[in-house]
Each structure stands twice: as structure tokens, then as C-alpha cells.
């Protein structure tokens, strides 16, 4: 059965940095790609970063490039998003999300529960 | 603004059939899948549609969906109480990046 549990949200104050987690299990983490994907309050979807299978290849959203890093550790089967340089438009539940496939243009098939990230002064 | 469109709302009956689109363009459409996610409130979104047509298992075939050279359309037939809930459009863009619509909130009367 799949699993996927985020942690690492809270509440920031603007500038500052957090990182968040995602625990893969139930099923072979390194063949897959990953994304995480986040939601404002009241908002639609938005996406953040996504990494293929072997991380060889990577994307951010431009509204996060150069301050949020999305990696893997898949010795851990743990999904990262290293967040730097909050904002309080950053303020949003942020999901983790597995490909169906091993790169980052297949569907997301499993979401998980997100962690709540609140950015303010 | 979302770079996919999708009308905020819709509505029917039980028993109604329903079809919500979502309109892009080509450098979204043109050469990437579409899929749909449905978010009930309060809850994770969860695939109901991928690569245009296809439904994961355990989604009900009530729900159908197709795709033209811009433009995108999920059917569900025969609503029930249970499909109250956001749906959501997306497509992988020419640009790298993910695109998602904005999301029609379905209200079953």
C-alpha cells in the first residue's frame, strides 16, 4: 500500500528557511519521479518542483527558482524541499506526490496528506 | 491567473450528466497528456483521469474524459452526492513545468 507522509511545515517568519520531508513506503521508492505541489488557502493547485527517478532531471517553478531546491535520498525513501527566502505568498499546504512513471511528465497517481506551511511576521 | 481555464463552477442533479472543460494552448495541449485530479474538501487530490482518457482503478466509469488539439473535457454521468468536490486539469507545458487549471468547484444539487 502507498504511502506518503510529509512533515516539516509550521509557522516562519518571513526570510527564513524550512525544509520539508516526505516518507515514501509500500512500494520501490528509486524508480519513480516526485513532485510537491502546494495550495494557498482557498486556491487551486499550484506546482512546485519536480525530479525524475535518478534526479538527473530537475525543475522549479519560476516563482520559486534560486530559493526552493527540491532533492531525494533514496537510501531513506524520503523526498525533500529545501525552502529558503520565505514569503508570505509562499503561505500554503504543501503535498508530495509520486509519477506513475519515472519522470517528471507522467501523471501524479499518489498524494499525500500535505503539511501546512504559514509564513508571517 | 491560471495558464489552464476551467469555468469556477458547475452543477446538476443526481442523475444528470455533466462536462467540464479546460482550454489551453499549444504549447500545453500540443504535445502533452491531460490529466484530472478531483480534491474533495479538506482532503488530498487524487488522479481520476490520466493520459486523457484513462481511469486508475478504482475510479468509477462514470466518469470519462477527451482531449482536442487545445482544449480538454471530463464527463461525468450519472452524478451522485458523492462527486461534490474541485476538479482539476493539468498538462505538462513545453516550458518544463506543470500547468494546472484553476479548478471548477462541482456543486450536486
Known amino acids: 500500500q502507498v504511502h506518503l507522509v510529509e512533515s516539516g511545515g509550521g509557522v516562519v517568519q518571513p526570510g527564513r528557511s524550512l525544509r520539508l520531508s516526505c516518507a515514501a513506503s509500500?512500494?520501490?521508492?528509486?524508480?519513480?519521479?516526485f513532485h510537491w505541489v502546494r495550495q494557498a488557502p482557498g486556491k487551486g493547485l499550484d506546482w512546485v518542483a519536480s525530479m525524475s527517478y535518478d534526479g538527473s532531471n530537475i525543475y522549479h517553478a519560476d516563482s520559486v527558482k534560486g530559493r526552493f531546491t527540491i532533492s531525494r535520498d533514496d537510501s531513506r525513501n524520503t523526498l525533500f524541499l529545501q525552502m529558503n527566502s520565505l514569503s508570505p505568498e509562499d503561505t500554503a499546504i504543501y503535498y508530495c506526490?509520486?509519477?506513475?512513471?519515472?519522470?517528471?511528465?507522467?501523471?501524479?497517481?499518489?498524494w499525500g496528506q500535505g503539511t501546512r506551511v504559514s509564513v508571517s511576521s | 491567473q491560471s495558464v489552464l481555464t476551467q469555468p469556477p463552477s458547475a452543477s446538476g442533479t443526481p442523475g444528470q450528466g455533466l462536462t467540464i472543460s479546460c482550454s489551453g494552448s499549444?504549447?500545453?495541449?500540443?504535445?502533452?497528456?491531460v490529466n484530472w485530479y478531483q480534491q474533495v474538501p479538506g482532503t488530498a487530490p487524487r488522479v481520476l483521469i490520466y493520459s486523457n482518457d484513462l481511469r486508475p482503478a478504482g475510479v468509477p466509469a462514470r466518469f470519462s474524459a477527451s482531449k482536442s488539439p487545445t482544449s480538454a473535457s471530463l464527463v461525468i454521468s450519472g452524478l451522485r452526492s458523492e462527486d461534490e468536490a474541485v476538479y482539476f486539469c493539468a498538462v505538462w507545458d513545453d516550458t518544463l513545468k506543470w500547468v494546472f487549471g484553476g479548478g471548477t468547484k462541482l456543486t450536486v444539487l
Open positions: 506526490a509520486r509519477s506513475s512513471g519515472s519522470y517528471e511528465d507522467d501523471a501524479f497517481d499518489f
Open positions: 509500500g512500494f520501490t521508492f528509486n524508480i519513480y519521479a
Open positions: 499549444s504549447s500545453n495541449f500540443g504535445t502533452s497528456t
